[in-house]
């Protein structure tokens, strides 16, 4: 080997540890901001194990919430059968009502169809069997007035008798 190959050689030597120097020196460098973008992503890893604990919590209450929606949503189920059969009850009611007015309505043709006899027909008959009362009871007078004075002369005739009685004792005659 030639001097000159041996200077090269020496020369690639110092190129090669001067390089190897960089390249450690680099490596440290870049060692240390792996290291700090090692704790950067532990951090950001940190912060995204909090976000998902936090969406975890908003997770279950959801859940919880959806749970809740589904009670609310069953009773308003349950509700609605119940108005079901109020509807249901009370078409009943209706139809009864129905019928009942319907009652009403022939009791109310009935009464004025009473209404009309009463006052066309019963109302004339009734005056005119108390005008017909009224001459009875003046035929009555008549005839009670009449034998009230026949009571009365029955009464002189006795008493006239007794006194005729009593005169023919005192004079004898038989």
Do not use: P, Q
């Amino acid at each position: 080997m030639t001097e000159e190959t041996k200077l090269i050689l020496d020369g690639i030597a110092g190129v090669k540890t001067e390089l190897k120097n960089e390249i450690n020196e680099l490596g440290k460098n870049f060692d240390r901001k792996f290291e700090d973008i090692d704790k950067r992503l532990e951090d950001i890893d940190k912060r995204f194990g909090d976000i998902d604990k936090r969406f975890e919590d908003i997770d279950k209450r959801f859940e919880d919430i959806d749970k809740r929606f589904w009670d609310i949503d069953k009773r308003f189920g349950d509700i609605d059968k119940r108005f079901g059969d109020i509807d249901k009850r009370l078409e009943d009611i209706d139809k009864r009502f129905e019928n009942t007015d319907k009652r009403f309505e022939s009791i109310e043709r009935n009464m004025d169809t009473m209404r009309f006899i009463l006052e066309n027909e019963i109302r004339d008959n009734i005056r005119l069997v108390a005008e017909g009362h009224l001459d009875l009871y003046r035929k009555m007078e008549e005839v009670l007035k009449t034998s009230n004075e026949k009571e009365i002369m029955f009464m002189r005739l006795k008493y006239l008798e007794s006194e005729v009685r009593a005169i023919k004792d005192k004079f004898g005659i038989a």
